[in-house]
């Protein structure tokens, strides 16, 4: 895990072509989607456990619009290109930015996806929570 870990924030060498900059992206958009789908999944078992807990679902009716489930990936796939997107014009006009802006971009995109997967899980198990004190109904 720590090795993948390394290569995945891995710095790339000053004054990079803009062909290895998206490279250097692509190679870690498997890694990527397979860290966020795999949390995405925890916390949609999670989700679908907590709301069926509440009581809050009516019979026949769907905790998520199914669609949904299939837009995420595309829209988490869509921001991960801006990455690159936003990384190649930055060292282009400015040659002398830091190595780490690409782990640093990463990294950023990665905990914002996480957190972003997290709110509805968080969001119905917090409100269970809350019926269980006797704090809501």
Not at 98 to 121: K, N
Request: net charge positive; glycine share 8%.
């Amino acid at each position: 895990m720590r090795t993948l870990a390394k290569w995945l924030f891995s710095s790339l060498e000053p004054n990079t072509s803009a062909g290895r900059i998206i490279r250097w992206w692509e190679l870690r958009r498997i890694p990527y989607n397979v860290i966020v789908g795999c949390y995405g999944f925890a916390c949609l078992i999670i989700f679908f456990v907590a709301i069926g807990a509440t009581g809050h679902l009516r019979p026949g009716e769907d905790a998520v619009e199914p669609i949904t489930l299939l837009f995420a990936p595309c829209g988490i796939n869509i921001f991960y290109t801006l990455g690159w997107l936003v990384e190649v014009p930055s060292r282009l006009f400015f040659p002398n930015l830091s190595p780490r802006l690409g782990p640093f971009m990463l990294a950023a995109g990665l905990a914002l996806s996480l957190v972003l997967v997290t709110v509805p899980a968080a969001y119905w198990v917090g409100y269970r929570m809350l019926q269980l004190a006797g704090r809501v109904q």
